[in-house]
């Protein structure tokens, strides 16, 4: 005699998280305008040069995200440069500017441990 054996279903396997994707990114501005993001980082910090804000309404809008990790600055490796070289070759970029770019899923997520939260607090000189 047989007896067949009932396994529970098995639950959906749990979404893997996305591999990070590496972008060639192109901005074009006009003479007046600005890039519209800021950076952090570079050698002189000893982490890797990331976008920490975008601008709306600026060529960086819809290009570039909070968290983007930028591997090349016009073909510099951003790995060498100090966060002033970073910026300097791309104030020197003109008004086309060529980035490559480490996006991980959720960068911006990443983030948070480094903005501020609760009330600022302040305290004069001398108290």
């Known amino acids: ?6 396994s529970p279903p098995s639950a959906p396997a749990a979404p893997q998280p996305s591999a990070p994707s590496t972008i060639d990114v192109a901005l074009h501005r006009s003479p007046d305008q600005r890039w519209g993001f800021r950076l952090q980082g570079g050698a002189d910090y000893r982490t890797q ?16 995200r909070v968290g983007d990790a930028i591997q090349t600055v016009n073909g510099k490796k951003s790995r060498q440069l100090s966060h002033a070289q ?3 070759v791309i104030k020197e970029s003109g008004n086309s500017l060529k980035l490559t770019i480490v996006r991980e899923p959720n ?4 983030l948070d ?7 600022p607090k302040f305290s004069r000189p001398g108290s």
Request: charged residues 15%.
């Open 113 to 119: 441990h480094i903005r501020p939260s609760g009330k």
């Open 107 to 110: 960068a911006a997520a990443c």
């Open 1 to 6: 005699m047989y007896a067949m054996v009932m």
């Open 49 to 64: 040069l990331t976008v920490m804000r975008v601008e709306p309404n600026s060529p960086a809008q819809g290009k570039l």
């Open 86 to 88: 970073a910026s300097e």
